[in-house]
């Protein structure tokens, strides 16, 4: 598996790199880990519904091809893109996300901070607020997108949405639950749970202007 550090990334420059490097693929090529940051920016999900907006501001908002509602993505959150080949893996869609969950449950256990999941709500809680948001798209077999995990930004910005489609839902971030990792340590530990649960050798690609 190829590790990408992109540094901060435009959203949608990197939506369409994504999209481009899964039509490309071919039986021989490497999953990816894409690890970023975006600017301010909203993003709806395919199912995603406009009244879950409430008041974006100057903050853009996108119409995206992954799953899921309505969530907002800023400096300060780590954001890893997950482009694998689930065929090849023998991976089923819920066996990814469940995964995907219990990677960010692992290392924030590994802090001291229970955290679980939700039926029916992906993505990784705390004492019932949000702490990390997950959505996907299968493509030919193939998956890009994937999750957000906030570890020290600006929240203000979940306060203008409904986030993930649920009304007054409350948002959290390791900062706040007293976890000192800055962005670039929580990627390097999220990518030793990922290589661990999935059975991967990591090879670092280090992407100075994304």
């Known amino acids: 598996m190829t590790v990408r550090e ?3 990334s435009d959203y949608a420059d990197t939506w ?3 999209r481009r490097a899964t039509d490309l693929r071919n039986e ?3 999953d990816a880990l894409w690890l970023l ?3 301010r920016v909203f993003t709806l999900g395919q199912a995603g519904r406009r009244e879950h907006v409430l008041d974006p501001g100057d903050i853009p908002v996108i119409d995206s091809d992954r799953g899921g509602q309505v969530t907002y993505h800023g400096p300060g959150q780590l954001v890893a893109y997950v482009l694998m080949d689930l065929r090849r893996r023998r991976l089923g869609v819920r066996q990814l996300v469940d995964g995907l969950e219990q990677c960010v449950i692992d290392i924030l256990a590994a802090a ?3 955290a679980k999941r939700r039926d029916r709500a992906p993505g990784v809680y705390v004492s019932g607020r949000k702490v990390c948001a997950l959505g996907l798209r299968i493509r030919n077999g193939c998956s890009y997108h994937g999750v957000a995990l906030n570890v020290n930004m600006d929240l203000e910005p979940f306060q203008r949405i409904d986030p993930c489609g649920y009304r007054g839902l409350e948002v959290t971030q390791l900062r706040d639950l007293a976890i000192p990792w800055d962005v670039d340590e929580t990627g390097r530990r999220l990518v030793a749970a990922f290589v661990r649960h999935f059975g991967y050798q990591a090879h670092r690609d280090v992407e100075t202007t994304a």
Do not use: F, I, W
């Open 28 to 30: 021989d090529s490497r």
């Open 112 to 114: 001291g901070v229970a």
């Open 16 to 18: 369409q790199r994504m």
């Open 37 to 39: 940051e975006h600017p």
């Open 6 to 8: 992109l540094g901060l």
